[in-house]
């Protein structure tokens, strides 16, 4: 492809209205990148170093969290190199990378959603049989899949963006995106269309299940008060987070929608980072504050490692 020679260049031009301001972002950005990092971190030790955390919901739960990590890889570190810097370009091979890592990290947030909704269904709509069901096996699988399938999906995608002729290389965002970039095109997009009905129509599916588990979910917590403790402890986290997902969704389908010139840069810029900001951040966090095992794990190392400290 032409276009991916060493030469080839974008320009992001999501800063335009930043640069009087630049280092009080750099500072701000900085700080949510630390404590994102930190807070996924931590309850990833946590779930890895506990046994008796090893059970399928917090191995899913932990999945999400590395996935937040993932996401956040994709975006933090060129965000902040450009705000000290001031020319805000990126290379073709760049914004590939950071095209693929994106949408790699929305897809697999979306199929481990709808993977912990299927884990909570099984646990609550037939405990009986929970353990027979959710084995390690079948827990394996789940992880791998949720993987698997959103690294597949995600290729063809990075596929089919390089083999697009462009006939421009402005991206108004802060960061590369697959529509963003294929709106560059000089041919027409049939293939691209495919490719992003298949997503949408992956995504109606995901919905449709979790909507489909929950109703069900609902129905059998409502039936004894052990059911509605229970789904108040393990599935209420579980909706917030789905509830956060889908708005992050929405907000990025705004962008990309209405993200137009006659729009403030700096509510485009929020509309446009709010999928890669928000869901890592509070993911941990609110699985932290609800799920007491965890929290009371947390707290346990915390002390232990004061105690350490104290005792050197």
Known sequence: MENASIEFVFVLHGLNDTMTNKHIYFGFGLLLYIVTLFVN?????????DKALHE???LFICNLFVNGLWGTSAFYPKILADLLSDSHIISFLACLVQIYMILCYTMCEQTCLTVMAYDRYVAICKPLEYL?????QKVAKLLAF????SLLVTSIGAVLTVRTPLCGNDIDKLYCSNWE???LSCTDLIMIDVYGNFLLLCLVFQVTFITVSYIHIIRASLQSKAGKIKFMQTCLP???TLVNFALSLVFDGMYSRYGKSQTQQALRNIFGIELLVVPPLLNPIIYGMNLSQIRRQVVKMFRHKLKAVRQS
């Not at 971190?41 to 170093?49: E, F, G, Q, S, W």
């Not at 027979?132 to 390690?136: A, C, G, P, S």
């Open 41 to 49: 971190l931590v309850l990833i030790i946590t779930v890895i170093l």
């Open 56 to 58: 399928p919901m917090y």
């Open 132 to 136: 027979d069901i959710m084995t390690h």
């Open 146 to 149: 949720s993987w698997l399938f």
């Open 181 to 183: 970039v294929v709106k």
């Open 238 to 240: 579980h909706l917030i």
